[in-house]
Structures are given as structure tokens and as C-alpha cells.
């Protein structure tokens, strides 16, 4: 967060399961919609917080079945942990918050007293969440009774049920609700509070993102019947949350254009790349829009025609040099004459390409460094370089390719030099 120098211009925090990702989308197409939006026109100044009833085990384990992006925000284990950045850094003032009249081993010996409660694997068990399942059936009568067990033993407790399927029992200050309004309380402590801020949500622990004051909320089309419910009985006059037409992550996208948050054109939404232009310089947009159009090229979903690589020899530097992560220097020209023999080599194939974390800096007037993290899946394998990319500006000319430079990303579980082209 530190790279914000004044408030962000959208906060979006997104639940992931049904949410962000949608589990029914083999191609993870909504997700990539979303992914080439926020790097393309949101990255540089807003924030992108998931938050997930996932213990952090479980999110890194959907991490690399998933093209997420990497996240300024995670929080986990339904509002119970809050962390910050790649490294994830803990939040230590909101475990301190979780710690009032809270005792892990009263609310598991209370809990066991319930044969209908079963728990959930060891990952899902938390310093501030315990995690059961429940039949349907039972949910409603259980809580009850649980809460007035928890009241009789003088712990102040949140019982969620969510999904049909799982119960948490978290501290009455925790969930993702309190979770939001924390940050938010902290983010403009700091002079950072968003401009606007949209909560997405498909489940019964997403209804509290929505009670929020000032804060827009869409519940995706593939919102479960518990929430839909609570909506119908919480908010259904509130115009700042709507229910929407597509599913998980598409839904995300229909409700920035709803509430006018920005734009909401995601570039895989065009299909001719000589007309996907901006109206300003956007370096972050040029990188964006060329991995895309690589992966569209190698899958053959694009002509092999003269008049695309021309447009890209024309935007790179006569001189121009990329540096493989083998370390052999190319000359830009030459490599994008090399990609005429991978035309189509992916086609029919499951290959896909996204650009993570793409951040520009302005280091002198007309010249840009864009970092990113470049990440294709191949099948079931999936490798990422960290790019570094140097731009200028000339008149007439808008943004030219000077100088390339990719290394295997730490990440990447296949390092492989001979295969990777760019």
C-alpha cells in the first residue's frame, strides 16, 4: 500500500470461491476478464482485497489452481486474519481487537457437546475460527442453542453458517464485515480512505460486507439462496447493492459499470487489437494488451497477418534488446520475427497468459519502467518470468519498446529456457 500516494480511486474486496472464481468455468474465462481490467486501468491506484472464509493453507493451494492476481489485501478464515502484500504480513492490531472475550478452549469443549457439529480438516482450525460441518436440517436449532451456551459462559461469540454446509464460530468483533470496516477505519487514519469502495459476495458470510455504510455491493447471479434471502429481508431498497445478470467474476465487472467506478471494458472483451487504444499514455495498457495478444497468437485465435507484427516492429526501437531468462540478449525485432513460427502451435490446446502486479513508473520525462509479473498456464503446467520493461515516448510515434528483460519468477515451478519465447 505503500506505493499509494493518495486515497485509492476503487477498493474492491471480493470474496473468491463462487465469487471471484468461478469453480463451474474450466477456462477460468470470467476470471482473465477480470485479471486484463484490473491490471489494464485499476492497479496503479486502487486496491484489490480478497477476502475468504480460506484458511491461508487453502488459499495458497487455490492460488496455483486458479490465475489469481496477487492481492494489496488478503483476509482469511472469514474476517479472522488480515495480511498485507506478497510477503502476507499479519495485521497485529486486529488480532489484538479478536482477543476481547475470546477462549478457543471453551468454544471447543462447548462445541463437542453436539454430535450433529462435524469438524472441519485441522488447516480449517484457527487462532480465532473453529469450523464445523452441519447438515441443513440442524443449522438453525444448533446455533441457538450453542449461542446460548456461549452467553451462559460469559464469551461474546459469532456463529455464521454459510453454504449449506459450513459453520464457524468466530469472536463477535471477527467476520468479514467487521474485517472491512476495520480497514476501512485504518485506511483513512492513514489519508488513504478509498473513493469508492464495491463488496462482491455469493454466500451467507458475505451479507456483512454489505451492511457497511457507504460501501456499493453486488451479489454475483450464482448468489446461494442464504444470502438472496438475507438480501430480500436486509437491503432489497438499498440501490447501492444489486443482484447481477453474470456469474462470479463477470458479475464483478457488470457492477463497476453499474455504479460508474471506472471503466469496464476488459481488454480480452476486444477482439481486434489495432484499435485497442487509450486516449492517454498507458504504459501498464501496452503490456497488458501484447501478452494477451500473444496468447490469442500462439492459440491461432488470431490471423497470422503481416499487419500485426509490422504494428509491433513499428512500437519497438530499431535497437531494441530482450533478455531471455537464460540470460541470451535478443534483438526485440528479431525475437517478434521469431514468433511467426509459434502461430497457432497452442491451438486447441489449454494455454493462457495474464500479467500480475503491473505497476509503471515515470522515471524520466517520455520514459516509463513497467515491472509485472507475466504467468502462462500450459496444460497443467504453469511458469512466470518477472518482466521488466523500459518504454519512451516519441511523437507520432506514442509508446516504443526499448529494452525487455524477464528472469524466472520464484514462484514458477517449470523453468524451462528452451521452451519460453517471451
Known amino acids: 500500500m505503500e506505493r499509494l500516494t493518495s486515497p485509492p480511486r476503487l477498493m474492491i474486496v471480493s470474496d473468491l470461491d463462487h465469487t471471484m472464481v468461478d469453480h463451474h468455468d474450466p477456462e477460468n474465462l470470467s476470471l482473465l476478464r477480470f485479471n486484463s481490467l484490473w491490471e489494464n486501468a485499476y492497479r496503479h491506484d486502487s486496491l484489490l482485497v480478497f477476502s475468504t472464509g480460506r484458511s491461508p493453507t487453502l488459499y495458497k493451494e487455490l492460488r496455483k489452481e486458479k490465475p489469481l492476481l496477487t492481492p494489496d489485501i488478503t483476509i482469511m478464515s472469514v474476517g479472522t486474519e488480515i495480511t498485507y502484500g506478497t510477503s502476507m504480513v499479519p495485521d497485529h492490531g486486529w488480532v489484538e481487537t479478536l482477543n476481547n472475550k475470546w477462549d478457543l478452549g471453551v468454544v471447543k469443549e462447548e462445541a463437542s457437546k453436539f454430535p450433529e457439529l462435524k469438524l472441519q480438516a485441522e488447516t480449517e482450525q484457527r487462532p480465532h475460527k473453529v469450523s464445523f460441518y452441519v447438515d441443513k436440517s440442524k443449522a438453525q436449532e444448533v446455533t441457538k442453542e450453542l449461542s446460548q451456551r456461549f452467553l451462559k459462559r460469559g464469551l461474546d461469540v459469532k456463529i455464521i453458517y454459510s453454504g449449506g454446509m459450513d459453520l464457524d464460530i468466530l469472536p463477535q468483533g471477527a467476520g468479514k464485515g467487521q474485517a472491512l470496516a476495520y480497514l476501512l477505519k485504518k485506511l483513512k487514519t492513514e489519508g488513504k480512505l478509498p473513493v469508492n469502495t464495491l463488496a462482491c459476495g455469493d454466500s451467507g458470510n458475505d451479507a456483512e460486507l454489505f451492511s457497511i455504510p457507504d460501501v456499493y455491493g453486488v451479489m454475483v447471479s450464482n448468489a446461494q439462496e442464504e444470502l438472496l434471502k438475507w438480501h430480500a429481508e436486509n437491503a432489497k431498497d438499498n440501490p447501492k447493492v444489486i443482484h447481477a445478470k453474470e456469474r462470479c467474476a463477470g458479475g464483478i465487472i457488470q457492477a463497476i459499470g ?88 497452442k491451438q486447441g490446446k489449454k494455454f493462457q497468459v495474464w500479467a500480475d502486479q503491473v505497476l509503471a513508473t515515470d522515471t524520466t520525462p517520455g520514459t516509463w519502467i513497467v515491472k509485472l509479473d507475466k504467468w502462462e498456464q500450459d496444460g497443467e503446467e504453469r511458469r512466470g518470468c518477472t518482466t521488466t520493461v523500459k518504454f519512451t515516448a516519441k511523437e507520432g510515434e506514442g509508446l516504443v519498446w526499448e529494452h525487455v528483460q524477464q528472469t524466472w519468477s520464484e514462484e514458477s515451478k517449470v523453468k524451462d529456457d528452451s521452451s519460453w519465447i517471451i
Open 258 to 345: 453499474h455504479f460508474k467506478l471506472g471503466p469496464n471494458l476488459s481488454p480480452r472483451d476486444v477482439s481486434d487489437f489495432l484499435e485497442c487504444k487509450v486516449e492517454n499514455v498507458n504504459p501498464g495498457h501496452e503490456v497488458v494488451k501484447f501478452f494477451l495478444f500473444y496468447e490469442r497468437w500462439r492459440r491461432g485465435e488470431v490471423e497470422n497477418s503481416e499487419a500485426y507484427t509490422a504494428s509491433l516492429k513499428a512500437s519497438s526501437h530499431p535497437s531494441g534488446v530482450f533478455i531471455h531468462p537464460s540470460g541470451t540478449e535478443k534483438s526485440l525485432r528479431d525475437t517478434i520475427d521469431e514468433l511467426r513460427k509459434y502461430h497457432g502451435d
